[in-house]
């Protein structure tokens, strides 16, 4: 049995494995909850503050019958799943999980991009059209683009594009799963 999970460790995981994974709350928490820990955790404090989290209580508020429910869907099923897929080392003899460098594959499924919002890789395109057309109209002298210099357009613009660059950076930092107190679920 240690064998087959080795060696699925070590196997490309298609997206459909990792969507299975992911399409339940619970590891989810789980995956959230040693991100945010960086180094191994216990299944009692796991349980306790996933708990937490479904019930919306604070930790000191988790019921013996909440922790206990999570404990043992967690031992049972989540964390072998996790550990079978390498996610996550997970010793059920002691009760200890770390979370494996493996998981970072799931970061691009694990990005929260909030409703409404325009993703990345559009505002960088619709900031390079913009570029274009001003340092092109200031080139050819066209109507008010013709009064600043060029060279004053393109070092404006490329403040815009290293402060939005910036943005970009704080904005991914804070979306990440792990990085905040609580998971969102948008």
Not at 123 to 144: D, E, H, I, K, R
Request: contains cysteine.
């Amino acid at each position: 049995m240690n064998e087959e999970v080795d060696e699925m460790k070590e196997t490309p995981l298609s997206r459909d494995i990792i969507f299975q994974i992911l399409s339940n709350q619970r590891r989810r928490y789980a995956l959230h909850y040693l991100r945010r820990e960086e180094e191994s955790a216990e299944i009692g404090e796991l349980a306790t503050q996933i708990a937490a989290w479904e019930n919306d209580v604070t930790v000191d508020e988790v019921t013996s019958q909440q922790r206990k429910r999570v404990y043992n869907t967690l031992q049972q099923a989540h964390l072998p799943k996790l550990n079978e897929t390498g996610f996550i080392d997970y010793d059920p003899a002691h009760g200890d999980i770390t979370l494996t460098e493996r998981a970072e594959l799931l970061n691009t499924y694990l990005e929260i991009v909030p409703d409404n919002d325009l993703p990345w890789s559009e505002y960088y395109f619709v900031l390079g059209c913009v570029s274009l057309a001003l340092l092109t109209g200031a080139q050819l002298g066209a109507g008010p683009f013709g009064l600043v210099p060029v060279l004053w357009w393109a070092l404006g613009l490329s403040v815009l594009v290293t402060v939005s660059g910036g943005v970009h950076m704080y904005y991914h930092r804070n979306h990440r799963l792990g990085h905040r107190e609580v998971p969102r679920e948008d």
